[in-house]
């Protein structure tokens, strides 16, 4: 049975721009940000198709939500297909929870980051794959060719990767101790040409079962073109399936991956499997990457409220004026998934209690008074 409207319906405007072939998912209410997403892509990626736009919904927007279509007249079920050129909305709730001129800038929330290096290890990245991985975990190429993949990409530190962490619901998954960007969860062994096109986002892994979608709801996985080594194994009741997020020419599909290859990993071992919430967080960024537009609205917000930082010197303001002019720029797909991530209502409530307590230590500290837990 469909639900009807809530007040916190979306207003719905005719969009006559659509490709064909294509549906657009509206993903911030009245707002020119959305994805285009071709369906002859989609039909490779999962079977349920209104499913797979909520899961792209939760994936960026960081929060829970709901499907609606054109008309606005009501949540749609799940169960259907989608319409050619049809305009679609994920639709998160009130609208306090997507309002974005209550937004914290993304520069703020990465400014805010308490600066470490990683931890020191004496085995490369690639070797304590090994431990869990064995070879490539899609191929089962030889471990001689294969080579350490990081999800949420190296160069954007261990800093960024507690962003991440910090500021998106777990779901039941410990990541708390998650902090090193070269931790085995951040990453899996592929082959070189695997690795190649997730790096450009061309390939995404899709771990179910999740908080939309089943294992069921993906297509069937790929046989392998090689026997698979005796010492790994598929997991139990969960899968961490392959997927192009373009459509791949035959070149891709003969000498990469074929679409749904599913990973196993080696038997007998009690190494962490690669983070579910890092995966989620890499397949929003792809989807962005590939299919999203508009962008530029989620930086043209007048009045953005700025926390207040400690007062500098005259000598440290001008390295902050250095450092903001090197990183200011156009965001990319990263930036944007971590931006609705990092202003959720539970992560904006988040901070708020942190510089509370902040607050309250201060005081009382300049009281004399020993601060107390709740």
Known sequence: MDHQPTDSSPAFEPIDDIPLGHVRLVLERNSSFYLDIPLDVMRNLCLKPRKYLVYLGWCILGTEGKLTGRDGSELMELEGGLDDKGLYYYVTGTLEKTDLSQAIDLEVIKQSTVHSGTTDSHKTFADTLLQRDNCCVFTGLDKSLRLGMHIIPYARGSEWLRLIIANRPKYGEEVEDLVDIEDIRNGISENPNIRMAFDLRHLVILKTPNHVLTNMDVPQRAERRSAMPEDVAYPDNERYTLQWLVIPGVAELRYFADHNMDAAFKKETEEPKPSELLLHYNYGAAAVRHWGHGMGVLQ??????????????????????????????????????????????????????EQEERTQYMEAWRQGVEPTAD
């Open 300 to 353: 043209e917000r007048p009045n953005l409220p700025r926390p207040t930082g400690p007062v500098r010197t005259r000598k440290e303001r001008s390295a902050a004026i250095r450092k903001r002019d090197r990183t200011q720029g156009e965001w990319d797909a990263d930036d944007i998934v971590l931006f609705f991530w990092a202003n959720t209502p539970a992560a904006r409530e988040r901070r708020r209690k």
